[in-house]
C-alpha cells in the first residue's frame, strides 16, 4: 500500500501527467487540413478547433475522438517524433495496459491489451490484437518488426473490433497511418544517435504535387545499432563433442540494422475520384530475437541447471541485469545439414513489402471505396534458447503472403438514415520450417546432421466477411448504430516431419504427415448509442461481439503420439460492452475521457510449452472475463501559454472462469496439479478465479509538455516528460508462482531547442531514464527441470529464457525541414 501511495505521490508532484486514451496535438496534426468527414462531428465543432480535438479514424471515417463512441488512444505523430519513437514495442509505455515485446518462435510477438493477447509460440495462431496499416489488416505478430516513421496517427482500438478494420479480431487492433502526399512541396531529414546502443540513425522524406493532379511522397529510415546489453559470452567455449566449440555471438547483444522506404502517391482521377497508392519495403538484420533473453532460474535457485548432465556455464547468471551469455553453435553443426544456420552465429533477417491500392469515389447517394492490398514478409533465424553451456537451439523460415480485397459503400442521404456496407476478401499462404539441435551427439553418418529433428509447417487460408451498419439521428443529439460482420473462414494446414539424427528416430522420427481442413463461420453484431446533450459532450453505450478463427497448431511435435486431434483448436470469442463519457470543459481547456467495459471471452485461445517433450500445446481455455475502467485527461493551462498537463490511468480486472488447463512444468499435485489423471501422473490445474498473464491490474502515466518563447524571431524550447507506472503481472502461459514481473516505473523526457516555424531542432531524448528491465514473455529452458509434474513429487522448475524490454535509451538528434 505504502508503494502505491509513493507512486501516487511522485505523479502528483512532479505535475507529469499521462497520455492514455489521447495525446494531445493540432487537428492538423492529425487530418490534413483538419477536416472532419462525418456530418455530426462538422456539426458539432461549429465553434473555432484548438487542440485539444483529436482527429480518429476509429470508425472508418475521420471525426472528432469527442464524437466517437469507442475506446481508444490516439497517438499524433508529434508525440511519436517528440520521443522518437519508431518500433511497435515503444508503443507498450506510451499506452496503459498493453504489453508488447518481441519472441523468439512462432509469431515472434508477444502482445497483451487488457490482458487479452496471443503468445508468440504457435505459428499457426492469429493474433488477438492485430495490426492495421494504413488499412490493410495484418495478424501473423511479425509486424512488431517493422520499423515506425513518417507516422500521422498510431490509434488504438480496445476490445473486440469486428466492423471497420477487414478481418474481425477480438483483443483489440493497433491501426497505423502514415503520412500522405502534400499540396504544397515540404521536405525534412533528421538524424540522430542513441548513447546506450551506439545507435545512428537517419529519416528523410520529400512531398509534394507533380501537378495539379497528382501529389507523390517519398519517406525511408536508416538504423545502426551495436545493442544495448551485455554479452557475457567467453570467446571460445568448450562442447561435449571433442573438437567442437561455441564462440561469442557478438560483443554486445541486441545488434540491429534495419533499412525502410515508402513511396505514396495520390491522383484525383477526376472531381469524384482519387486513388491512392502507398507501397513500402523493409529489411531488418540484426543477432535475433534471442539475443535479448536472459535467464531466470526455476524455484528461486541462483545458479543455472544442469540440462540433462551438462554443467551449466560459469558466464550465466539468474538475474534480470542486461546480462546474460550468447553464443553461436560449432561451425560444424552449422554446415552439416543444417537449414538455415548459415556460419551458426544467431542472426535474424526480416524483409517485408506491402502495397495498398485506395480508392475513393465521391457520388450520390452512395461513396464507395475500395482498399486492395499486397503483403509478404520472410524471415530466417537461428537462435539460441539456453545460453552457451547446452545447446538447445533452433533455425526457422517463416515466409507469409497475403493478397486482400474490401469494397466499402457508405451512404448520405438527406433523411435522419444513413447505411455502411460492404465486402471483405483476403487470401494468405503460410510456410513455417523449423530445424532443432537440442542434444550434443556426433554426427549421424547417413544423414549427415547434428540436428535433433526437422519440420515444415504451413497453412493457407481464406478469409471472407460480409459486413453492414445503419445509423439513425434522432435529431441532434441522439444517434443510434447497429450493424454486424459475417465472417467465413477457412484453413487448410499440414505438417511434416523430415529425416533428421537417426539416433532419435524413434523420438522424432521422420516422414510423419498430418493435414487438417478447418471451416468455421461466425456473426459478430455490434450496437452503439450515442447522446451529445452539448456539442463538446458525448456519451455512449455499445454492445459489441469479436471473433477470431480456430484452426491447427502447426507448432506441436511430430512424434508417433502427435495427431490431428490433437493439433486442433477452436475458435475464439467475445461478447460484452462499455460504456463511455467524453467531454471539453473550462473554456475548451480541459479534456476528459471516461470508459468502463465488461467483456466475455469464451473459448480463449491458449498455448503452453513441454521443456521435455520440446513440444508446443495449444488449446482453449473456458472463459475469461475482463472488466475495468480507464480514464484520461488533457488540460491546457489557462494563462502560461504552450503548457498542457495530461494524465491517464487503466484498472483491469481479467480472471479465468470455468478453466481446467495444462499444469506448469515441475508443478506436483500439493502445488495444485491434481487433475485429469493420465497413468500415473495428473496433467491440469484449475484456473477458475485466477487472473491471465500479462494483465496488469493498474497502469497509469502522466506528463506535461511545455513549449517556450525564447525569442521574438521565433525560437522556442519544447519541454516534456512523461511518468509511466504499471503493476505487477505473471508472463508465463501457465502462470508459475516465480515468473512475476514486479510493479515498475519508467521516465521518458525530451528537451528540443527549434528555430522560426520549426525549421530546424536539436533535440535530446531519454526513454525508460529509470532503466527498469521489464520482462515481457519467458518460457522454459528444455530439460533444465520441468521434473515431477503431476505427481508428489519432487517437481523441479525448468530455468526460464525471458525476453527483456528496451533499457535505457538516451538520443541526441537534429531535424531540417525545408
Known amino acids: 500500500m505504502a508503494h502505491k501511495f509513493r507512486i501516487a505521490a511522485l505523479m502528483l508532484s512532479t505535475g507529469l501527467v499521462a497520455p492514455g486514451t489521447v495525446f494531445a496535438q493540432t487537428q492538423a496534426d492529425a487530418v490534413p487540413g483538419g477536416v472532419s ?46 520521443y522518437s519513437v519508431n518500433r511497435v514495442t515503444d508503443l507498450a509505455t506510451l499506452v496503459p495496459s498493453l504489453i508488447a515485446g518481441k519472441a523468439a518462435s512462432g509469431s515472434s510477438a508477444s502482445i497483451f491489451l487488457r490482458g487479452v493477447g496471443s503468445t508468440a509460440l504457435s505459428a499457426g495462431f492469429d493474433q488477438s490484437v492485430s495490426f492495421v496499416i494504413d488499412g490493410l489488416p495484418m495478424s501473423r505478430g511479425r509486424e512488431i518488426s517493422l520499423p515506425q516513421y513518417d507516422i500521422q496517427r498510431v490509434e488504438v482500438l480496445k476490445g473486440p473490433q469486428a466492423l471497420f478494420f477487414g478481418k474481425n479480431t477480438t483483443g483489440g487492433l493497433i491501426s497505423i497511418t502514415t503520412n500522405g502526399p502534400s ?149 560444424q553443426v552449422a554446415q552439416a545439414n543444417y537449414r538455415y544456420a548459415r556460419n551458426g552465429k544467431m542472426y535474424a533477417d526480416f524483409q517485408s513489402q506491402y502495397a495498398i491500392l485506395t480508392g475513393t469515389l465521391k457520388s450520390d447517394p452512395f461513396d464507395v471505396s475500395s482498399i486492395t492490398g499486397y503483403y509478404r514478409f520472410k524471415q530466417t533465424d537461428l537462435n539460441n534458447v539456453s545460453g552457451e553451456g547446452y545447446p538447445a537451439g533452433f533455425s526457422q523460415l517463416a515466409e507469409f503472403q497475403q493478397y486482400s480485397q474490401e469494397l466499402r459503400f457508405q451512404s448520405h442521404f438527406d433523411g435522419p438514415l444513413n447505411l455502411l456496407f460492404g465486402g471483405f476478401y483476403a487470401h494468405g499462404k503460410f510456410d513455417f520450417n523449423t530445424d532443432a539441435y537440442i542434444f550434443p551427439v556426433p554426427i549421424d553418418p547417413i544423414n549427415q546432421t547434428f540436428v535433433t529433428f526437422k519440420r515444415d509447417n504451413g497453412f493457407q487460408t481464406d478469409s471472407m466477411s460480409l459486413f453492414a451498419e445503419a445509423t439513425l439521428n434522432l435529431g441532434e443529439k441522439f444517434e443510434i448504430a447497429g450493424g454486424a460482420r459475417y465472417s467465413l473462414e477457412a484453413r487448410d494446414s499440414f505438417q511434416q516431419s523430415l529425416p533428421a539424427h537417426i539416433a532419435f528416430a524413434g523420438a522424432f522420427p521422420g516422414n510423419i504427415r498430418l493435414t487438417d481442413r478447418y471451416r468455421d463461420t461466425n456473426l459478430s453484431p455490434q450496437v452503439t448509442v450515442r447522446y451529445k446533450p452539448e456539442a463538446d459532450t458525448t456519451f455512449y453505450a455499445a454492445y459489441k461481439q469479436g471473433f477470431k478463427a480456430g484452426g491447427f497448431n502447426i507448432s506441436q511435435a511430430l512424434t508417433p503420439a502427435a495427431s490431428v486431434a490433437a493439433g486442433r483448436y477452436g475458435s475464439e470469442t467475445a461478447e460484452g460492452g462499455e460504456v463511455g463519457l467524453r467531454t471539453l470543459q473550462l473554456d475548451r481547456h480541459l479534456s476528459f475521457n471516461l470508459t468502463a467495459y ?11 510449452f513441454d521443456p521435455q517433450a520440446v513440444s508446443l500445446i495449444a488449446g482453449n481455455a473456458g472463459k475469461l472475463r475482463t472488466q475495468g475502467v480507464e480514464a484520461d485527461l488533457n488540460y491546457r493551462v489557462p494563462g502560461i501559454d504552450g503548457l498542457s498537463l495530461r494524465a491517464a490511468a487503466a484498472y483491469n480486472d481479467a480472471k479465468y472462469q470455468d478453466y481446467i488447463g495444462q499444469c506448469y512444468p515441475g508443478q506436483t499435485s500439493a502445488q495444485g496439479c491434481n487433475l485429469q489423471l493420465v497413468g500415473s501422473a495428473f496433467t491440469a490445474q484449475d484456473y477458475d478465479g485466477r487472473t491471465p498473464p500479462k494483465a496488469p491490474k493498474f497502469a497509469g502515466r502522466a506528463g506535461f509538455t511545455w513549449d517556450i518563447p525564447l525569442t521574438d524571431a521565433g525560437w522556442t524550447l519544447r519541454a516534456m516528460s512523461d511518468v509511466s507506472y504499471t503493476s505487477r503481472y505473471n508472463f508465463t502461459d501457465a502462470l508459475r508462482p516465480d515468473s512475476i514481473q514486479k510493479a515498475y516505473t519508467k521516465v521518458d523526457a525530451s528537451l528540443s531547442l527549434r528555430g522560426p516555424d520549426d525549421r530546424w531542432s536539436l533535440s535530446l531524448i531519454g526513454r525508460n531514464l529509470t532503466n527498469e528491465l521489464v520482462v515481457t514473455a519467458a518460457n522454459d529452458i528444455p530439460f533444465t527441470g520441468g521434473t515431477g509434474t503431476g505427481t508428489a513429487g519432487p517437481g523441479v522448475l525448468a530455468d526460464m529464457s525471458a525476453f527483456v524490454d528496451n533499457p535505457r535509451e538516451v538520443f541526441v538528434e537534429v531535424a531540417l525541414k525545408f
Request: glycine share 10%; with cysteine.
Open 598 to 608: 465488461r467483456y466475455i471471452y469464451s473459448d480463449l485461445q491458449v498455448q503452453f
Open 37 to 82: 468527414t462525418d456530418p455530426a462531428a462538422d456539426a458539432a465543432s461549429t465553434e473555432p478547433q484548438n487542440d485539444q480535438e483529436i482527429i480518429v479514424s476509429a470508425r472508418r471515417r475521420d471525426e472528432r475522438l469527442l464524437d466517437a463512441p469507442v475506446a481508444i488512444t490516439a497517438i499524433g505523430g508529434e508525440t511519436l517524433k517528440d
Open 183 to 331: 499540396d504544397t512541396f515540404e521536405a525534412g531529414v533528421k538524424a540522430g544517435y542513441g548513447f546506450n546502443t551506439e545507435e545512428k540513425y537517419v529519416e528523410a522524406f520529400v512531398s509534394g504535387p507533380i501537378s495539379d493532379t497528382f501529389r507523390a511522397r517519398v519517406a525511408g529510415r536508416f538504423s545502426d545499432s551495436n545493442g544495448a546489453f551485455t554479452n557475457t559470452a567467453a570467446a571460445i567455449y568448450p562442447t561435449p563433442i571433442p573438437g567442437q566449440v561455441r564462440t561469442r555471438n557478438s560483443d554486445k547483444r541486441g545488434p540491429a540494422k534495419s533499412y525502410s522506404g515508402r513511396l505514396t502517391t495520390e491522383w484525383d482521377a477526376s472531381s469524384a475520384l482519387t486513388l491512392q497508392l502507398k507501397a513500402g519495403a523493409t529489411k531488418v538484420e540484426d543477432g535475433g530475437p534471442t539475443d535479448l533473453l536472459e535467464r531466470i532460474c526455476g524455484g528461486g535457485r541462483t545458479v543455472p541447471f544442469a540440462a540433462n548432465g551438462i554443467p551449466p556455464s560459469p558466464n550465466a547468471d539468474c538475474r534480470i541485469d542486461g546480462r546474460a551469455d550468447s553464443s553461436a553453435i560449432p561451425i
